[in-house]
């Protein structure tokens, strides 16, 4: 296959792994990057020398070109990112944050930069920042999708910027990437269906949760980690949404959430009460959704757990390899536009 994002990372297929905190392992990321995809790795609940050793084994384990997230409103973030750039990282992807100052020094030795946005205004800025692609996440999405869902976001975002924009948000299939591209999308980024991959380091049970869920079966609110974000309904989820005394939790919660980023546990309160009222309130709530989302991932916990997981759920019916599904998706999207010649042939005649 052939498009702008293909030819802008050298990949094979314009098919990428989503950098998700927690899933997106040196292994996953290496299996997408070897199967013809990029695969992007989370660096979001690592420390600056886990980051390290987290690049240095994708490279161990593919020649590929790969990529690194970074979510901006993490603490520490820029440390992290000085780290990405210094391993010379080939696609940085930054996220929740204005990545301005960190275009430069990507390029500067051949590095590509994508902004993950989900609104025009971000999208704009990006652009003018120098990023090199945009991820366009919509309301479908795991976690920080926007309020606008990926049929309306992706056209209406890839018709206002001069820069290829990768569709995320409600992709699971061939299908999905034939309209993504008919959409205007020059390729399309998934999270929800590579955690269940045969690869991917989510516990048995939330894979097998994401089997049975449909695609009613999340939460949408900014309750649950600070920004508004989308995960598995379950009661730990609906516990999250419903929780009242926020600061004082966090108080509590921020110290598992300090150790996990490598940062200190003072410093992190100190940030979370001298913050201003509103982004106190969401860095507490992104403290007290920390331990919930790792017992959903780590202990399959699908109880008191909280996954961040896409509407789109509803369509995984499977734990395949990465390297299967790849496959099948590129099948399947060949499959699509015959379907859809066949459909237009008559008009096309005409025309
Ligand atoms: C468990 C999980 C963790 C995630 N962590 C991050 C993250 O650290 N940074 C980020 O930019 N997006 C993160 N995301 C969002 C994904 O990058 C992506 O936008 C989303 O999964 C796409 O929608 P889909 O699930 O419908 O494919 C996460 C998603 C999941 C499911």
């Known amino acids: 296959m052939k498009t702008k994002i293909t030819e802008l990372f050298g990949i094979q297929y314009p098919i990428i792994l989503s950098g998700m905190t927690g899933v997106s392992t040196p292994e996953l990321v290496a299996s997408v990057s070897n199967a013809g995809g990029l695969g992007i790795l989370a660096t979001g609940n690592l420390n ?32 992290k990112a000085e780290v990405l750039i210094q391993e010379k990282v080939p ?21 590509k930069v994508v902004a993950t946005v989900v609104t025009h205004k971000h999208a704009k800025a990006a652009e003018r920042d120098g ?41 699971a299939d061939g ?10 999308a020059e ?35 900014d309750r649950i980690d600070g920004l508004p974000c989308r995960a598995m309904k379950s009661p730990g989820t609906e516990k999250l949404v419903k929780s009242r005394f926020i600061i004082f939790r966090a108080l509590i919660n921020s110290r598992d959430a300090a ?13 979370i009460l001298f913050a201003g009222y509103r982004k106190a309130i969401t860095l507490a709530r992104m403290a007290n959704a920390f331990k ?7 202990d399959g ?11 789109v759920t509803g369509m995984v019916e499977d734990t395949p390899s990465v390297s299967d599904l790849i496959n099948r998706m590129v099948r399947e999207a060949c499959d699509a536009t015959k379907i859809l010649a066949d459909k237009l042939a008559s008009e096309m005649i005409q025309q």
Do not use: C
């Open 301 to 311: 916990d699908s109880d008191q757990g909280v996954l961040l997981l896409g509407q």
């Open 259 to 271: 150790k996990a980023y490598g940062f200190p546990w003072l410093k992190l309160t100190a940030g």
């Open 48 to 79: 600056t020398d886990e980051i390290r050793n987290a690049v240095k084994k994708v490279r161990q384990l593919t020649s590929k070109p790969f990529g690194a997230n970074l979510p901006l409103l993490i603490p520490g973030a820029r440390k």
């Open 91 to 111: 696609v940085l992807n930054y996220s929740l944050g204005k990545g301005d100052w960190l275009v430069q020094k990507v390029h500067s030795y051949g590095g």
């Open 187 to 221: 390729g399309i980024a998934m999270g929800t269906r590579f955690m269940n991959t045969l690869e991917s380091p989510v516990h048995e049970n939330m894979k097998k949760q994401s089997i049975e869920r449909s695609v009613h079966d999340t939460v949408y609110s």
């Open 131 to 171: 990023a090199d692609a945009l991820i366009v996440t919509g309301h479908e999405a795991a976690a920080h999708g926007g309020a606008v869902t990926s049929l309306v976001l992706t056209p209406s975002i890839a018709r206002a910027v001069n820069i290829p924009v990768i569709a995320a948000g409600g992709f």
């Open 175 to 184: 299908s999905g990437l034939a309209a993504a591209l008919a959409l205007k």
């Open 292 to 298: 919930p989302i790792q017992m959903a991932m780590s």
